[in-house]
């Protein structure tokens, strides 16, 4: 079975520097989706950016990138130029389509704390 | 409104109770799922369904029953509420047949108290 572990906690970071949250997972499959969703202190999960397993190319949003490491089973969070508004607890996900069904394993958050 | 709804957001029940939640989405979206977030835990799925009439059990299914007879609304229900059940209940949606992306879409939740 799949398992997605975030070792961090939580983690704080200044205003306008640039944090890194870890996930790591395990799986023996070879295609598969990689996901890092936000919940903010109104509780609505978010789509932050997503990874297809098979695209050796990080994926990118704005702010937010991956440092995605196939081999290591390693699906990292880079956010640049923190800001207060990114003060959420960050969930990774794991997805693999099998069988019609497109069920996400989730770790178990890391809360982040953006400092002013 | 448009998207994904939840009903109600805060319920406080006794424990032995039977109670429902509710979740309803405009997007026609086959998939629908039902996970519980508990603080350690992250959020674990409990029932999805891949479309009307179609069910099935997640990672924490015990003492919980849903149903799926519109597209639209995946009610979960918890027969005879127990102190553990006490969490934050999350209904998502998805249309993966039609979309690449697998991207799921949240409502904003429940928080549950059992007494």
């Known amino acids: 079975a799949q398992t997605v572990t975030q070792s961090q906690p939580e983690m704080s970071v200044q205003e306008a520097e640039t944090v890194t949250l870890s996930c790591t997972y395990d799986?023996?499959?070879?295609?598969?989706?990689l996901f890092w969703y936000k919940q903010p202190p109104s509780r609505q999960m978010i789509l932050v950016i997503r990874?297809?397993?098979?695209?050796?190319q990080n994926a990118t949003e704005n702010r937010f990138s991956v440092n995605f490491q196939k081999a290591a089973k390693s699906f990292s969070l880079k956010i640049s130029d923190s800001q207060l508004g990114d003060t959420a607890m960050y969930f990774c996900?794991?997805?693999?389509?099998?069988?019609?069904?497109?069920?996400?394993?989730f770790g178990t958050g890391t809360r982040l704390k953006v400092l002013a | 409104d448009a998207g994904i709804t939840q009903s109600p957001r805060y319920k406080i029940t006794e424990t032995g109770r039977q109670v429902t939640l509710m979740c309803h989405q405009t997007?026609?979206?086959?998939?629908m799922f039902w996970y519980r977030q508990d603080l350690g835990h992250g959020l674990r799925l409990i029932y999805y369904?891949?479309?009307?009439?179609?069910?099935d059990k997640g990672e924490v299914p015990d003492g919980y029953v849903v149903s799926r007879s519109k597209t639209e609304n995946f009610p979960l229900t918890l027969e005879s509420a127990t102190r553990s059940q006490t969490s934050v209940y999350f209904c998502?949606?998805?249309?993966?047949?039609?979309?690449?992306?697998?991207?799921?879409?949240f409502g904003p939740g429940t928080r549950l108290t059992v007494t």
């Open positions: 996900a794991f997805m693999k389509p099998h069988s019609g069904t497109y069920k996400y394993i």
């Open positions: 369904s891949a479309a009307a009439d179609i069910t």
């Open positions: 799986t023996s499959e070879n295609n598969y989706y």
């Open positions: 997007w026609s979206h086959s998939y």
């Open positions: 998502a949606s998805s249309e993966p047949r039609t979309s690449n992306s697998y991207e799921q879409y």
């Open positions: 990874q297809e397993a098979y695209k050796q």
